[in-house]
């Protein structure tokens, strides 16, 4: 036995006990860390769990029902029972990575709302005139389905033809090759990449419609059915 390893029963040696103290003082660091940031508008890390995901979960699922009523917020209340401190940072969950602004989704704002609502135990927020004339935008563009929809990023994107033909082109190579399932992971992946370039919150454009998440959206399911990486 090499007796630079520690048995069981030993005592962890100094090294090791500074590396623990480190972790030790490092989680407590980010914890109060993440307990600074339940409140704000657009935080960058949560002290999540599966408690908190629950409760985040159930407010999207009643959000996806179009609930919006106070019953749905002492429902909320009453998951979280008399941990509602939990509520907190469910809602944390739900702003994480939203950077503050406005939101694509009515059902994730109405989630947002719901969770902010029982947090609090006050009656649910109206949708701001800005987020309700961002939806109306977002509509427009989804209007008439993804293909619809892309056709019309297209227009304005010309390079998301290119990407499209691509994508049928290999389609097409593999069908032909008789391969039942032509598309692997790393090939899809490099096409995302490509996509993000071209609309979506990474790409380089000054429209605030073809930079948001609803564009990549748009792009990524109506070649991923193509491909076909999704169902139709």
């Known amino acids: 036995m ?30 109060y860390l993440a307990r600074q940031q339940e409140s704000l508008p657009n935080p960058s890390m949560v002290l999540s769990g599966p408690k908190v995901e629950a409760l985040n979960q159930l407010a999207n699922d009643l959000a996806e029902r179009g609930r919006d009523d106070q019953d749905v917020v002492q429902q909320l209340r009453a998951a979280a029972g008399r941990h509602h401190r939990l509520l907190t940072r469910a809602l944390a969950l739900q702003k994480l990575g939203s950077h503050g602004g406005l939101s694509d989704s009515r059902i994730w704002d109405r989630a947002e709302r719901l969770l902010e609502a029982a947090a609090a135990n006050q009656p649910i927020r109206a949708v701001s005139v800005e987020q309700e004339a961002w939806f109306r935008q977002v509509d427009a563009l989804e209007a008439g389905g993804w293909d619809a929809a892309f056709q019309r990023l297209v227009v304005r994107v010309p390079g998301l033809a290119v990407v499209e033909r691509e994508v049928r082109a290999r389609v097409d190579e593999n069908k032909s090759n008789g391969v039942e399932f032509p598309i692997d992971d790393d090939w899809w992946g490099v096409i995302c990449d490509q996509l993000d370039e071209l609309v979506g919150p990474k790409a380089d454009l000054l429209d605030p419609i073809l930079r948001s998440s609803a564009a990549v959206e748009i792009a990524r399911i109506h070649l991923g059915t193509l491909a076909p990486i999704l169902d139709d």
């Open 2 to 31: 090499n007796s630079d390893e520690p048995t069981i029963g030993e005592q962890p040696r100094r090294g090791g006990l500074r590396a623990v103290a480190r972790a030790s003082a490092l989680a407590l660091g980010l914890g």
